[in-house]
């Protein structure tokens, strides 16, 4: 099959029906494990990206977090939002098929702190540099909850079976 094609007419068909020009196909072991255009317009959730919703399915046909072992074919370069997810769900590749120089003529979504020609360099930045304004309140009983949980963890301080570098 053909996965970069199945990804654009994924993509292709959400903008017939309303939705946005975007979409993710998850492979593993030469079959689609997961896919989904980007269904932010439909559902009014903002977190509601391709990516995301394909990751949140793979993960769950596999029982896992981890989704090493699989492509994930993408319709642009991922958002800092999806971009993290892929990181932290540890494919074992991304394809994308467009950048932002390929698709700005014809679509373009800067919002308030979000724009995607500067948003990248947001995460360079102190927490208290950043344009989203922040506030840090340290309390001892947050961190307790992590003490907990490597209390609760066999004294582990990391996820079990959590693919590292």
């Known amino acids: 099959m053909d996965f970069v094609r199945r990804t654009i007419d994924i993509a292709r068909k959400n903008v017939e029906e309303g939705g946005r020009p975007f979409a ?15 269904l932010v317009a439909q559902t009014s959730d903002p977190t509601a990206h391709a990516e995301i919703l394909a990751i949140r399915e793979a993960c769950t046909r596999l029982g ?68 989203l304004p922040m506030r840090h309140e340290p309390r001892d009983e947050a961190t307790a909850v992590y003490r907990f949980w490597q209390e609760r963890n066999g004294g582990e301080r990391r996820v079990a079976g959590a693919p590292t570098a």
């Open 24 to 38: 993710t196909v998850i492979v593993k072991d030469g079959e689609i494990l997961a896919e989904s255009p980007n």
């Open 64 to 131: 896992t977090e981890h989704l090493t072992g699989t492509t994930i074919y993408v319709l642009a370069h991922p958002c800092p939002m999806c971009l993290g997810s892929l990181y932290y769900c540890s494919p074992d590749e991304v394809v994308f098929l467009t950048q932002r120089d390929d698709y700005e003529p014809h679509y373009v979504d800067d919002r308030k702190y979000f724009e995607l020609n500067t948003f990248y360099a947001e995460f360079a930045k102190g927490w208290s540099e950043r344009r």
